[in-house]
Structures are given as C-alpha cells and as structure tokens.
C-alpha cells in the first residue's frame, strides 16, 4: 500500500537511473570528484529525490555495487545446475573479470576509502558481504549433498581458497586476473576436498 | 679488507643493536613517531653511524624486518628435513604467529605506508620479497623431486594458496591466524597437488 503520488514503476525507474548514474560518474571522474548534484543531474532527478532515499553519496555509491550482485528480486544466489564445479567457475570467472575491471577498481578502491570514515556506510558494506557469502556456502553445501565435496569439508576454508588469491593477486596486483587462474583455483580447492575414493571391500 | 678504524666485530654489535632498536621503538611508540635520533640514543651510537649504513629510517626499520627472516650469512632458506609438510607447516605457523602479533604487525603497516612515497625503500621491500618467494619455491621444488607433490604442480599456484588466505585474514580481520588454520591450509594445499596414487597393471 503506497500512499506516494508516484507509480511504485516509476519509483524503480528513477531508483535504477539514479544508481547507473552513480556507478557511471565514480567510473569516469573517481569517487571523490562525483557529487550527489552530478549524479542528480545524469539521472534526471533532483538532489530531493536522491536523499529521500540514501543518507550519503557513498550510500549511493554502496548500493550501485551492492545492485551488480543482486537478481531482480534483490536476492544473491549463486548459480546451481548440479554441477559444482562448473557452476563455481562461471562465478569465479565473474569475480575475476570485475576484479579486472578498472571501471569496478574504481568504484571498489573509492568505497573502501569512504568505509574509513563513514561507519555506517562500512556496516552496510559488511551486511551485504556476510549475505554473499552466505549465498556462497549454500552453494557448496548443495554440492556437497551431491556428494561432489568431501562430507566433513569445512566450507569456509574452501571460501578462503577460492576467493583469498583473487583478492591478493587484485590488491597487491602480484599477477593476472583471468579465467584461466580462475579455473585453477576452483579445481584445486575441489581437489583439495573430494569425497574419499570408494573402497571396495577385499 | 677494511679500511675502518672498527674491527668488523664491533661494527656488526652496533649494527645489530641498531636494528634491534629501531624494532623495538616502532613496537613501542608506532612508525610514524620514531625518529632516526630516538634510535641512535637506544643503540648507544651517533646518528652519523646510522647515515654512514642507512640512507632513511624506513632503510633501517625495512633491514630490521628482513633481518627477521634471515639466518647468519644474511641468507633465506627454509627448512628442509625431507618432510615436506612437516617443514610447511612449520613455516607457515611462524608466518600466522607473525602475522597475530601486535609488534609485528605495527613494524609492517608503518613500513606499508612509508612505501607509498619512498620509492626506494618499496623496491628494496619487493626486492626481499622475491628472495623470500624463492626460498619458498625451492622447498616445494625438492619436495616434488622427493615425490611429495606432484611432478607438475604449478608451485605459483600452490604458494598462492598457502600464503593468500593468511594474508587476506591479516588485512580484513576475518579470522584468527592461528596454528590450527596454517596447518590446515599446508594440508589442502598438498592434498589438491598430491602426486597421482600408483595404479598398478591390472
């Protein structure tokens, strides 16, 4: 029940325009030249509509991120065909391709800043990364039902093999992001946590 | 053959207490605060023996760090009795219990920052980490020769997965850097690149 003089449809319309402009902006001019007024003029909406929403630009900004992983629903799931190992190299490559991105750096290294001085802003930040990984485990865990992991592997440390060498590799820039590097890592952590080999008795 | 007035033996006692100073004032007071006086006063000596040896204090708190991973001779290798988990994991506890303690971590962020804008002492830095990474390459090397890895692991790839969850944990705080986790981490490593198991003819 909307008691607004708005369409919820146009709400969405707005909402989206406000957000591509924002990621837009940060992308071509850095987070710390773009303002809520530039960002207000791209979208075609005024400063009014865009507070009435977000307290912050890095509100914003987080939510244009925040906006990339989410279905339109606004849930994050992970792909599921059955086959895990196919499944984690689509998102691994994903990752590794935003990573590469220097549009996506550039929004990432201008939040991450922000994040030092805007508490809030850093509590949403680690609100939606908890709920990817959340939707990661879940992923595995269904895997792992398939009998395509180890049992008694534990999920988290499977995370951390998938994911720490990406973000090393992306701060430290200590070597390519590719698909390629991709795949090695998920077939390692999968090798590194099969299920045990039957064994036939003698 | 020396020119110096000083027995070489009297030099490396000053060089040593130098070192040890400028640790332990890092520890003490933060990077930032410690200047190349405080440290000359700590280790007994003039400031001008510390300019003969050192151009900058990050030069001298760097040669502090590194001497940490040093043996006598000034050289890196790590441990090899045969067994290459055994000797793995006893590095990587040293670089967990490293990286989990306070004074540590203080002489490493300071110098973190210091490389920003001195070049110099950044080359130096990656410099050292090249040796180190060497080392490192070497032990998986004669453990693969030894038959506890497989003849064509990517040994990049395998340092990768030993080192960057350690890492990412120590930069973002997301969990304990522990003995348990680094032994965990040496045993996933080794089990995604164990040598094939002998099939034998049928």
Do not use: N
């Amino acid at each position: 029940m909307t008691t607004s003089h708005r369409s919820p449809r146009r709400s969405e319309r707005s909402r989206r325009a406000i957000l591509d402009a924002a990621r837009d902006l940060v992308v071509e001019h850095g987070y710390a030249k773009v303002g809520i007024e530039a960002i207000a003029t791209r979208a075609g909406v005024g400063k009014q509509t865009i507070y009435r929403w977000w307290p912050s630009k890095g509100a914003v900004v987080f939510e244009a991120v925040r906006a990339l992983s989410e279905d339109s629903d606004g849930e994050i799931t992970l792909p599921d065909t059955g086959d895990l190992e196919a499944d984690l190299k689509l998102v691994l490559r994903a990752t590794a391709a935003e990573f590469a991105d220097p549009a996506f750096d550039a929004l990432i290294r201008g939040l991450t800043t922000e994040m030092a001085h805007d508490r809030e802003l850093a509590a949403a930040y680690e609100e939606h990364t908890a709920a990817l990984e959340d939707a990661k485990r879940q992923r595995l865990r269904s895997g792992q039902r398939a009998g395509q992991l180890s049992p008694d592997a534990d999920l988290d440390l499977v995370l951390e093999l998938l994911y720490a060498p990406l973000f090393r590799r992306w701060l430290l820039r200590t070597g390519p992001l590719t698909a390629d590097f991709a795949d090695r890592l998920v077939e390692a952590a999968l090798r590194a946590f099969a299920p045990a080999a039957e064994v036939s008795a003698p």
